[in-house]
């Protein structure tokens, strides 16, 4: 009997990549692109297979949604690997200070060897599929661990991959945190995660063990201060764009806002109507993704349930019902939730939204400064000043200005987290080398027959040490 990748245990999977890793250092252009292009073929082939799986999983989450959301990211960021990676995979050479010449020195960019990937629910493609393609266009071999909340896509993803790519190249464990910590307790020559920062913390550690590098993807309460300088009409329709997408569980969805003092009716009636503008049927619009599971739904609700008993104005939004899906939650702004409330203690993922009001500029900084650094920040208004006193007295993992999200999709920017919402970023070069040895080499010249540095020490020395 042939025994296929589920079948095998975990360590048998890694031990039979890291023989093929070792057995190949050298990884051509050809076989790379070739890769490359049979992860592009599965995209097309069962786009439409993958995009109905992601439905099933979600209860309602409409497959044009995962067109943009995880296919569009994903076909954009191939075609950029198709591109790029024969000139990234280029040795570099180096100028060399006088002291060392006629020596020479070059950066040769080498495949790290075996990279685990461990992926969230959320965007269950773009989430896996994008740091393997990554890796493979680095000459890596890849295991991936795609999240146990999504069984139907993280099933269907394994049948593809292992269709499509034999076991030493990429290979997929099925399981939920038990299969996962032994999956984090591999010796990866990197690991990849993408997921809370509590699992974070755990991933970090059992990688620490091999001395695994890690690359930890994680989320974050991300602020949008809104300027005094700002249209209310056009910021609103930005932030609720941004606060809704996925049913707001999108890592750099905004979190909470910070608005001037005496805005919110407008802010609210300016929020209200970019909701019926989004979304003309309230919460039961087809693109209006549900909560993921019946328990992140009752943890969303017991948020806001608890934010009202603590004195918060709560406002449900759109919640016209028509044939709602029971977990297609209708957007809630939350007014002035008090400091030790959930909703302002951890990141919401779900389509809530407090509003915080600010008096000064200064006051909205340290409210941001006063909490972990944020994984993105959205800065909103037309004054300058403000605009640059915000980005250099805030520190968070990326910004978009005068938008939300936006940051994410620019391929020359990279994309991570800092402090609690992660470390290690990528997209573009920046993922490439994420996932790539940059080893220095100096080739001596044969006309060095001896250095200025040996003893013993003359003349010479002194005069050029001066
Ligand atoms: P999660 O941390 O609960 O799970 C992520 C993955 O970790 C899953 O595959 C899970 O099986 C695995 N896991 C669970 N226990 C583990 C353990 N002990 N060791 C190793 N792996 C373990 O996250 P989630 O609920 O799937 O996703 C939501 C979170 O992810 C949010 O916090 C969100 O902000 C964050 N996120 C971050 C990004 C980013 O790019 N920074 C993107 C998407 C989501």
């Not at 049979?38 to 799986?53: F, N, S, V, W």
């Not at 990279?115 to 969230?120: A, L, R, S, T």
């Not at 019926?276 to 599971?293: E, K, V, W």
């Not at 977990?327 to 779900?350: K, N, T």
Request: glycine fraction near 8%; charge should be neutral; charged fraction near 20%.
């Amino acid at each position: 009997m042939t025994l296929t990748p589920p079948d095998l245990p975990l360590r048998a999977l890694f031990d039979a990549q890291f023989q093929a890793s070792r057995a190949q250092i050298d990884v051509p252009l050809a076989l790379r692109l070739d890769r490359l292009r049979r992860m592009r073929a599965l995209i097309d082939t069962y786009g439409a297979a993958l995009a109905e799986a992601v439905q099933a999983d979600f209860g309602v989450r409409s497959i044009r949604l995962t067109e943009v959301a995880d296919f569009f990211v994903l076909r954009s960021l191939l075609g950029d690997l198709d591109r790029h990676t024969g000139a990234w995979m280029k040795t570099r050479r180096v100028r060399t200070p006088i002291y060392l010449q006629p020596a020479s020195g070059q950066i040769q960019r080498q495949p790290l060897g075996v990279v685990g990937v461990i992926g969230p629910w959320n965007y269950p493609l773009q989430l896996t599929l994008g740091p393997t393609a990554t890796a493979l266009a680095a000459g890596n071999r890849v295991m991936l661990k795609p999240s146990e909340l999504t069984p139907h896509t993280s099933a269907l993803l394994a049948t593809l991959l292992h269709q499509a790519f034999s076991a030493d190249e990429v290979c997929v464990a099925l399981g939920g945190p038990d299969v996962a910590h032994e999956f984090a307790s591999l010796p990866f020559d990197h690991l990849f995660f993408t997921g809370s920062t509590a699992v974070g913390r755990k991933v970090a550690a059992a990688a620490a063990a091999n001395l695994t590098p890690t690359t930890l993807e994680l989320g974050g309460k991300s602020p949008c201060i809104v300027d005094a300088s700002a249209d209310l009409d056009a910021v609103a329709i930005k932030i609720a764009h941004g606060k809704l997408l996925n049913g707001g569980q999108t890592c750099i969805a905004p979190d909470y806002v910070l608005l001037p003092q005496g805005r919110e009716a407008e802010f609210e009636r300016a929020f209200v109507a970019a909701v019926a503008r989004l979304f003309p049927c309230g919460a039961a619009h087809p693109d209006y993704a549900s909560i993921i599971s019946e328990r992140h739904h009752a943890r969303l609700l017991a948020m806001v349930k608890e934010a009202q008993s603590q004195g918060a104005r709560v406002v449900e939004v759109a919640q016209r019902s028509g044939s709602r899906h029971e977990r297609q939650m209708a957007p809630v702004l939350v007014f002035q939730p008090p400091a030790e409330a959930r909703l302002m203690r951890e990141e919401i993922f779900g389509p809530v939204l407090p509003v915080l009001s600010y008096t000064d500029l200064g006051q909205a900084i340290a409210t941001v400064n006063a909490g972990p650094r944020p994984l993105a920040l959205y800065w909103f208004g037309q004054d300058g000043a403000a605009r640059d006193r915000v980005l250099r007295g805030t520190v968070s993992g990326g910004v978009t200005v005068n938008d939300t999200l936006l940051h994410i999709a620019h391929e020359n920017l990279p994309f991570g987290g800092v402090g609690e919402s992660g470390w290690g970023a990528y997209h573009g070069e920046t993922g490439f080398l994420r996932f790539t040895q940059q080893k220095p080499v100096l080739v001596q010249s044969r006309w060095a027959a001896a250095s200025l540095f040996y003893p013993p020490y003359g003349a010479t020395f002194d005069r050029v040490m001066g």
